[in-house]
């Protein structure tokens, strides 16, 4: 009766540690696929594939909560980006869309940002903004001097505004204002380039016209004034 008994027991335990292997590998099969499934989404995410599939709700246990977090995590990174991308897109229009060249510096003069008509007027192209500071750019000593100025203009007490001549003759009306990113301490600054160099060309002729006006005139009203007299 005990050997009868004693191998029952046996068969028993047996039998219990194959169901238990057996619903201990079930389990880590499916927490294995889980884990995969969810380093699956998150590399996809990391790559920008939003449109990876959503993962569904299968309990209500930590990695399922992880699941949600991560799920939520990718939808709110997908809007974020789909925003960024349409204010960019406004932005490059309305860069487009300027007829003033702007420029963007840091504190040490590099190019951050240049529009179209920028690249116009200094007769540059992408590849030479590339890793190149504004001086580069423009080798004129009055741009040299507008950077200098920059980095020691109070821009909290007062507007930057300068009239500056270029050496092939061309001026340019230059407004500048501090750049910041959500600090005390500016990170750059905006230039705004105005061509005026027609403005210019229209007031030398016409200081050239009353000064040959006035000239013209000075003589015979002096004979006439002597006749006067």
Request: aromatic share 6%; proline share 3%; with cysteine.
């Amino acid at each position: 009766v005990s050997r009868s008994l004693g191998r029952t027991l046996l068969v028993g335990l047996f039998l219990c540690s194959l169901l238990g292997l057996g619903v201990a590998y079930l389990f880590s099969r499916r927490l294995s696929n889980r884990v995969n499934r969810l380093a699956e989404f998150s590399k996809a995410v990391a790559h920008g594939q939003f449109a990876a599939p959503i993962l569904p709700r299968s309990g209500d246990d930590e990695l399922n909560v992880l699941e949600q977090n991560l799920r939520d995590m990718s939808l709110k990174i997908h809007d974020n980006i789909n925003a960024l991308r349409s204010e960019k897109e406004k932005l490059d229009s309305i860069l487009r869309c300027m007829v003033e060249g702007l420029v963007v510096i840091d504190p040490k003069g590099k190019v951050l940002l240049i529009n179209e008509q920028a690249k116009t007027m200094f007769g540059v192209s992408e590849e030479q903004i590339r890793d190149g500071s504004f001086v580069e750019i423009s080798r004129s000593p009055a741009m040299r001097a507008i950077v200098r100025e920059l980095s020691e203009f109070d821009f909290t007490k007062n507007t930057y505004s300068k009239r500056v001549s270029v050496e092939d003759g061309r001026w340019f009306r230059v407004n500048a204002v501090s750049l910041r990113n959500g600090t005390e301490r500016p990170s750059g600054s905006i230039l705004v380039f105005h061509d005026i160099t027609e403005i210019q060309r229209l007031q030398t002729v016409r200081s050239d016209f009353v000064a040959n006006l006035s000239h013209e005139l000075r003589t015979p009203l002096t004979a006439i004034r002597g006749y006067v007299e």
